[in-house]
Every structure is written in C-alpha cells, then in structure tokens.
C-alpha cells in the first residue's frame, strides 16, 4: 500500500532539515578546529581520512579504480599504500577547507612559500588577464585562499548540492576573492579576461561529452573540456600554469606559478587539450597522492567502450 504524497512530503522534507542539521553542525566542528595549532589541525585531519575511508566506501572503490589505471605499474600493495596517503589527504583537506573559509590572513601567511609570481605579473603586462591553469588537487580550497594573499583574481565554481555548504562557500568566495563566476559562464570569464583578471580555470575533471574532446590522461581516453583552449585563443589570454603543494612535516605550502605555456593555443584544439593534460599529468605524478582520485575521471567513455566503475 503506497503512503500518502503529504506523507511522502513530509517524510523527505524531515530527512532534508536532520540533513542540514548534520552539516551545520560538521561546520560549527570544522570552525573550533581552526584556532588549534597548525599541526593539530593536521593530525585531526588524518583521523578523518582514515574514517572517510572505511565509511565512504563506493569512493574508495572508485579512487582505487583510478589508481589502478593511471598506475598499472605498481604492485598491489604500493596502490593500496598510495590509496591510503590519498585519503589522509583528503581527511586533511577539509580541516584546509575550514582553514581556506575562517583563518585569519595573518596565520595562513606563516604557512605559505610562492614562487613565480613574476610570471603571473608578465602575462598580465599583456593586457588581456591570465588563464591560470590549475587542477583538482585536494589542496584546491586552501591553495586559492593562500593565493589571494598575494594577488586578486576570479574564480570558477559550481553550486553545491548540499544547500548548507553552498552556502558556506558562497560567503567565503565573496569575501576572500575579487569575483566567482559560474562554471557554465564563458562570457563572464572572457569579461574578466578583458578587464585584465587572471581567471583560475581547472579542465581536469569529466563534465561529460558536451564542450570536450577524448584525450589520453595516463594513457586512458577522458572526456576533457576544450574550454582552455577556445578562451585563449578568443581572449588572447596567456595560460598560466598554477599549483599548489601540501608540504612534510607541518611546513605549510608550496605555491608555484610557472611561465605563460609558449605557442598556446595552436592551430589544432585537440592538440592544445593534449599538451594540457599531459602538463597536469606530469604534475600529478610529482605528488600523486595529493591528487583528486575519489573524482570519476572516466565516467564518460568513448562509443563501445563499457564502464570503468561498474
């Protein structure tokens, strides 16, 4: 006997406000957490990676997937020993989170060495903004607040589900950043390339076949955006490559600009969006372990090909 709609509705409105209730109260936990001391902050954070692993485990299935793919030539242990540096770093990312929305300038200033800065400011003599080039690492949320310390620039985002982060998110973007501009917005960014902004931009995840080519990422066929491309050669924008690096030991971080790619974009779109990939790729393959494996990087699979993840 089916339930009543008004019972229905009422049942699902419940179980969305305990669900809110729940995130609110993992933010208020998060916000405590930000005064304690830098390696504090960080011990809690592996505490929640290897919770996050033994709960979450249809995302560990799909990052040991990934690391299985991109890293054939490892042994099953050493994948297993990168899959749990992984989720230490993904525990440790949403203390960063925290950090990234509610530390004080001052603090986060103690935690970070930038290098290439004048790289950034020679692409911007140009005129025509900087497209900084970045990928999903799970240091994203803090690397962009350290960022800001030391320059302004627009961001990319897209809405969260969740209504309480969106929320969260929205108000850290307003204050800490000069502009947010949907994902799904080119002419915002190319306005904000035109008004001489660097515009963070990260092509590396999959957002389907619309706007995307097939392209090698570890040697694997992945729906990739195109958009780098087509915004440089439309904005005359250089491309920036812009990363971010958890540092051992409690040192803080590692931001790093490098020089504006050389004759970019070329006359082919497929093989700008090669170039960039295997740019990302060489990066990751610097500090794996950093990088963003519970994403499913190859949900989107070229005609005739069957699933990755089952």
Same mark, same amino acid.
């Given at each position: 006997m089916q339930q009543p709609l008004a019972t229905c509705r009422f049942e699902y409105s419940l179980r969305q406000r305990i669900r809110r209730g729940i995130t609110w109260l993992a933010a208020g936990l998060l916000w405590c957490i930000t005064p304690l001391p830098y390696a504090w902050q960080l011990a809690i954070g592996r505490g929640l990676g290897v919770l996050i692993q033994r709960l979450a485990r249809h995302r560990r299935y799909i990052a040991l997937t990934n690391i299985r793919l991109c890293f054939p030539e490892l042994s099953g242990r050493e994948r297993h020993r990168l899959l749990d540096a992984h989720f230490t770093s993904l525990g440790i990312a949403l203390v960063e989170t925290a950090l990234g929305w509610w530390g004080s300038d001052r603090r986060l200033g103690k935690l970070v060495t930038l290098t290439g800065l004048e790289h950034l400011q020679a692409a911007l003599q140009q005129g025509r903004g900087a497209i900084l080039l970045s990928a999903h690492f799970t240091t994203l949320e803090i690397g962009g607040r350290l960022l800001s310390l030391y320059t302004p620039f627009h961001v990319l985002y897209r809405s969260h589900k969740n209504p309480v982060i969106e929320t969260l998110q929205r108000r850290s973007r307003h204050r800490r950043f000069e502009k947010a501009i949907p994902r799904d917005d080119p002419r915002a960014m190319l306005a904000s390339l035109k008004q001489n902004r660097p515009v963070w931009y990260a092509p590396d995840q999959d957002h389907g076949?619309?706007?995307?080519?097939?392209? &090698?990422?570890?040697?694997?066929?992945?729906?990739?955006? +195109?958009? +780098?491309? %087509? *915004?440089?050669? #439309?904005?005359?924008? &250089? #491309?920036? &490559?812009?990363? !971010? %690096? %958890? *540092? &051992?030991?409690? /040192?803080?971080?590692?931001?790093? *600009?490098?020089?504006?790619?050389?004759?970019?974009?070329?006359?082919?779109?497929? /093989?700008? +969006? /090669?170039?960039?990939?295997?740019?990302?790729?060489?990066?990751? %393959?610097? !500090?794996?372990? !950093?990088?963003?494996?519970?994403?499913r990087r190859f949900k989107t699979r070229p005609p005739g090909e069957p699933p990755v993840y089952g």
């Open positions: 076949i619309d706007n995307s080519l097939f392209v &090698p990422f570890f040697g694997i066929p992945a729906a990739t955006l +195109t958009a +780098t491309s %087509r *915004l440089a050669r #439309v904005s005359g924008a &250089p #491309v920036v &490559p812009f990363f !971010q %690096r %958890r *540092l &051992p030991g409690a /040192r803080g971080y590692e931001l790093t *600009l490098l020089p504006a790619l050389e004759n970019f974009p070329g006359k082919d779109v497929e /093989r700008d +969006t /090669r170039r960039i990939m295997k740019f990302i790729e060489t990066r990751i %393959r610097k !500090q794996p372990e !950093q990088y963003l494996w519970v994403h």
